[in-house]
Every structure is written in structure tokens, then in C-alpha cells.
T-cell receptor, first 115, second 112 residues
């Protein structure tokens, strides 16, 4: 596809269940980002992958959150034992190789609701 | 640790007026400063960006003003229109790794 693709677009789960959110970046983009946006709030940085470098996990809010990026392309954000405060829109973005900072391309997000 | 601070949190402007949103950053290693626009239900999209070798960049009704010594930059929207109503995010990153950090966002409402 031409843009960043995220799935599912909506996910409703029960408290305590695990969820997986998927991001398929733009082909050729080496950088991939996950952000969280709570209702009416800003973009909270979660994790950043750049090529084969160790990811920057400094934004992950707890050890219930993890992310991986397989083969330098698709990424999965996993939230274990979900809590109601995890309800938010999870946004993925990708960008071209570094060397000249540039535009992030965002997907439309995965809206997570924890009941 | 919020590396980019944005204000105001919300802004209401009459049609035809000027909207001004401000951002400040801490890390002097930042060298790329974009603004993103987000409509409800959509992901943010790049609106305009500036690098610190210039003090101002203008694209149509949108202008970024950059003050390197003060570590501040701002977005000005001239002749604001109802279609400009959206949430605006400033951001900053470093050239060598493109690790982008965003401000908290400003919800702009332009009244007809």
C-alpha cells in the first residue's frame, strides 16, 4: 500500500486480556515509531525503531508494554494484562532513513477500548 | 520528560483572524522542527517544517518563526478559516537519527 497501515482499526477488550496491534510501514522506511494518544491529549512517545539499531524503549509506560519489529518492516505492539487506563488510540508512523531528518508518515491508528 | 513544550492547549479564533501557537524546546541538538496537523479520526500529517539555518519559513497562509537563541518556534496561521479547525502539534528531532518528539498539541477552533 501507499501509506502506513494499522490493524485492527478498533479493538474492544476486557480488562486483563492481552492485545496485539500491528503496523505495516511504508516500504523502504527504516524508522518506525509508536505513539499513544489518549482522548483529547497529545502524542505520547512509546518506542522508536531505526534500522538494525537497538530500539529506543524509553517511552514504554510499564513492562506490560512491548514491541518488536520483524525483518525491519512490520511491527507489533503488545499490551499484556490490559488496564482501563490503556484505552487510547495507538498511532504508528514511519520515516525514511536518517541522515537528514524528515517527515513522519502516520497511520490512522488503532483505537483500543478496555472495558 | 517532555522535550517540547507547546502552548496554548486550546485556541479559538474568528474567521479571518491570526492563529498563533508557540513551542519551546530544551535540547540544542534538535535541528528539525515540523508542525503536524490532525483532523478527528485521522493520523497527524506534516503541515510545514523548518531547520535552524533560517528564522522564518512561509507556505501559503502558514508561517513558522524560529528563534534559535531562545529555543522557541511558533506557527502563525493567517486569515484563519473554519477548515483549519484541527489539532496542531509541534515537534523536534535530530538529523542523525530522526527520533521525533512532539508537543502536547493545540486544539484550534476557527469560528465562522
Amino acid at each position: 500500500g501507499a501509506g502506513v497501515s494499522q490493524s485492527p482499526s478498533n479493538k474492544v477488550t476486557e480488562k486483563g486480556k492481552d492485545v496485539e496491534l500491528r503496523c505495516d510501514p511504508i516500504s523502504g522506511h527504516t524508522a518506525l515509531y509508536w505513539y499513544r494518544q489518549s482522548l483529547g491529549q497529545g502524542l505520547e512517545f512509546l518506542i522508536y525503531f531505526q534500522g538494525n539499531s537497538a530500539p529506543d524503549k524509553s517511552g514504554l509506560p510499564s513492562d506490560r508494554f512491548s514491541a518488536e519489529r520483524t525483518g525491519g518492516s512490520v511491527s507489533t505492539l503488545t499490551i499484556q494484562r490490559t488496564q482501563q487506563e490503556d484505552s487510547a488510540v495507538y498511532l504508528c508512523a514511519s520515516s525514511r532513513p536518517p541522515g537528514r531528518a524528515g517527515e513522519l508518515f502516520f497511520g490512522e491508528g488503532s483505537r483500543l477500548t478496555v472495558l | 520528560q517532555q522535550q517540547v513544550k507547546q502552548s496554548p492547549q486550546s485556541l479559538i479564533v474568528q474567521k479571518g483572524g491570526i492563529s498563533i501557537i508557540n513551542c519551546a524546546y530544551e535540547n540544542t541538538a534538535f535541528d528539525y522542527f515540523p508542525w503536524y496537523q490532525q483532523f478527528p479520526g485521522k493520523g497527524p500529517a506534516l503541515l510545514i517544517a523548518i531547520r535552524p539555518d533560517v528564522s522564518e519559513k512561509k507556505e501559503g497562509r502558514f508561517t513558522i518563526s524560529f528563534n534559535k537563541s531562545a529555543k522557541q518556534f511558533s506557527l502563525h496561521i493567517m486569515d484563519s478559516q473554519p477548515g483549519d479547525s484541527a489539532t496542531y502539534f509541534c515537534a523536534a528531532s535530530m538529523e542523525y537519527n530522526n527520533d521525533m518528539r512532539f508537543g502536547a498539541g493545540t486544539r484550534l477552533t476557527v469560528k465562522p
